[in-house]
């Protein structure tokens, strides 16, 4: 088995945030993401999933290290002070490197 390194970036937000993320995301040069409703409760309370505007979003994507550093650096500077958002980055490997 032949595996690359890339970096998943996890970005957990209230759904307002959706369609500025998206863009984002493309902008960065990611090829595609992963997204779902979710909800829980954290510093700004409780995130329940029955009201869509209301709700939270989390985000997925799988990107090469350089595009997940731009990725965070662009989130924290024009995101966080504007949405409820976390986000962070993990390193995993993959099969299909040409995927991503």
């Given at each position: 088995?032949?595996?690359?390194?890339?970096?998943?970036?996890?970005?957990?937000?209230?759904?307002?945030?959706?369609?500025?993320?998206?863009?984002?995301?493309?902008?960065?040069?990611?090829?595609?993401?992963?997204?779902?409703?979710?909800?829980?409760?954290?510093?700004?309370?409780?995130?329940?999933g029955?009201?869509?505007?209301?709700?939270?979003?989390?985000?997925e994507?799988?990107?090469?290290?350089?595009?997940?550093?731009?990725?965070?650096?662009?989130?924290?500077?024009?995101?966080?002070?504007?949405?409820?958002?976390?986000?962070?980055?993990?390193?995993?490997?993959?099969?299909?490197?040409?995927?991503?």
């Amino acid at each position: 088995m032949n595996t690359h390194p890339m970096k998943l970036v996890t970005v957990i937000c209230e759904a307002l945030a959706r369609d500025h993320l998206t863009r984002l995301l493309a902008a960065v040069g990611a090829h595609g993401y992963t997204l779902f409703a979710v909800e829980g409760e954290g510093s700004q309370g409780r995130r329940p999933g029955d009201i869509a505007e209301f709700s939270n979003i989390q985000v997925e994507v799988v990107v090469q290290p350089a595009i997940a550093e731009l990725l965070l650096t662009r989130l924290q500077a024009e995101f966080f002070p504007r949405f409820a958002m976390i986000a962070y980055a993990s390193d995993i490997q993959v099969l299909r490197p040409g995927k991503f």
